[in-house]
């Protein structure tokens, strides 16, 4: 029987191959017909850090060496020396650390690409230092430097502008089609099943006592949101809503203390599921959950409990979704969720006064 390949990498692939084309097509678009030197675009960028941040950073990889290559055969652009060296390194930078910081570290994409942007730069700096070397004539690798960064600024906002927008509808276009970018979980077996539940219990077992007094503290009022580690109770939110959360993940000192905790909430809905992520939150325990909260945490490798699991959170009034759950309904990064959280937030109160 032959061996088919999965339906992620036939699309992972075709993504890939369409992102070199991009990136051999919009810089000869830019040169030839609009008249524009890629040195102030930058037009090839796009593809590659967009290939980074979609697929992961072995086909950010692939597209930021064959981008280059087949472009300077076919269009000449660029030379061959000393610039094909220069960018192929440069842009394979940024095809592998867009990947591998938004895909493998989980970073956020507002994130992930200005730290690739910025590592790539690096890379090409030192390249162009050997690339100095080994051309005498060149008088002065600092002035060339400086020379490159300055005419490419307009190219790096624009990268910065619209990539992050364009990311985000690919994304959703493929949510829409019902096309998934990641692979799916591997169904679990049954000792599988087992470890789970048996890490579960173990976990709820060891935190009971700090849990019920978390329990008891919420539904006295005292607190909305109560963080354990170690069967200790080291933080009590007083906000409303996702307000302890959000302040939370606002700080260094927040994050370390959310990072690995057991979350115990009042109301997890999707959008205190995005925050807990982002916070590196290990467990969570809602006294009320959303469906939506819990499908976020589950993906996202969060153990979660309930006693109540609800379709959505309501408002206040009861008759509509609450407006924090319905700015992040369509958003899944958790950095730009946090992001549009904190829009929502500051919008509403606004709206108060």
């Known amino acids: 029987?032959?061996?088919?390949?999965?339906?992620?990498?036939?699309?992972k692939l075709t993504l890939a191959g369409l992102f070199i084309a991009l990136g051999v097509i919009i810089p000869f678009f830019a040169g030839h017909a609009v008249g524009i030197p890629g040195t102030i675009l930058?037009?090839?960028?796009?593809?590659?850090?967009?290939?980074?941040?979609?697929?992961?950073?072995?086909?950010?990889?692939?597209?930021?060496?064959?981008?280059?290559v087949l472009s300077s055969f076919l269009t000449g652009m660029p030379p061959m020396w000393p610039m094909l060296p220069l960018m192929i390194c440069?842009?394979?930078?940024y095809g592998f650390f867009t990947g591998l910081l938004r895909k493998k570290a989980?970073?956020?994409?507002?994130?992930?690409?200005?730290?690739?942007?910025?590592?790539?730069?690096?890379?090409?700096?030192?390249?162009?230092?050997?690339?100095?070397?080994?051309?005498?004539?060149?008088?002065?690798?600092?002035?060339?430097?400086?020379?490159?960064?300055?005419?490419?600024?307009?190219?790096?906002?624009?990268?910065?502008?619209?990539?992050?927008?364009l990311v985000d509808?690919?994304?959703?276009?493929?949510?829409?089609?019902?096309?998934?970018?990641?692979?799916?979980?591997p169904a679990q077996t049954q000792t599988d099943k087992g470890?789970?539940?048996?890490?579960?219990?173990?976990?709820?077992?060891?935190?009971?006592?700090?849990?019920?007094?978390?329990?008891?503290?919420?539904?006295?009022?005292?607190?909305?949101?109560?963080?354990?580690?170690?069967?200790?109770?080291?933080?009590?939110?007083?906000?409303?809503?996702?307000?302890?959360?959000?302040?939370?993940?606002?700080s260094e000192e927040g994050c370390q203390k959310l990072k690995g905790a057991l979350v115990v909430d009042r109301i997890i809905g999707k959008a205190a599921a995005m925050l807990l992520v982002l916070g590196?939150?290990?467990?969570?325990?809602?006294?009320?959950?959303?469906?939506?909260?819990?499908?976020?945490?589950?993906?996202?490798?969060?153990?979660?409990?309930?006693h109540r699991c609800v379709d959505v959170i309501s408002d206040r009034t009861g008759r509509g979704i609450c407006p924090m759950e319905r700015s992040v309904m369509e958003i899944d990064d958790p950095g730009m969720g946090y992001q549009k959280i904190q829009e929502t937030l500051e919008k509403l109160r606004s709206q108060v006064s």
Not at 124 to 149: D, E, K
Not at 171 to 184: D, N, S, Y
């Open 1 to 11: 029987m032959k061996n088919r390949q999965s339906p992620i990498r036939v699309v």
């Open 280 to 306: 590196k939150g290990k467990y969570a325990y809602g006294l009320t959950m959303s469906k939506s909260g819990a499908d976020y945490l589950q993906a996202h490798d969060v153990e979660i409990k309930s």
């Open 90 to 93: 440069e842009l394979m930078a």
């Open 195 to 250: 470890f789970e539940a048996l890490r579960e219990k173990n976990m709820l077992e060891e935190n009971q006592d700090a849990i019920d007094r978390a329990i008891r503290a919420i539904e006295s009022g005292v607190c909305g949101c109560v963080l354990i580690k170690h069967n200790t109770i080291i933080y009590q939110g007083r906000g409303k809503g996702v307000a302890p959360l959000l302040e939370l993940v606002g």
């Open 106 to 165: 989980k970073l956020p994409l507002y994130v992930s690409l200005p730290a690739a942007m910025v590592v790539g730069r690096l890379v090409g700096a030192v390249v162009l230092v050997f690339v100095g070397m080994a051309q005498p004539n060149i008088t002065s690798i600092a002035t060339v430097a400086t020379g490159i960064l300055l005419t490419g600024l307009p190219g790096i906002a624009i990268q910065l502008a619209f990539i992050p927008l």
């Open 169 to 185: 509808l690919v994304e959703k276009a493929f949510v829409k089609t019902g096309i998934q970018l990641e692979r799916a979980a």
């Open 42 to 68: 930058l037009p090839m960028h796009i593809p590659v850090l967009m290939a980074g941040l979609l697929l992961g950073w072995p086909y950010g990889l692939v597209v930021g060496l064959l981008a280059p």
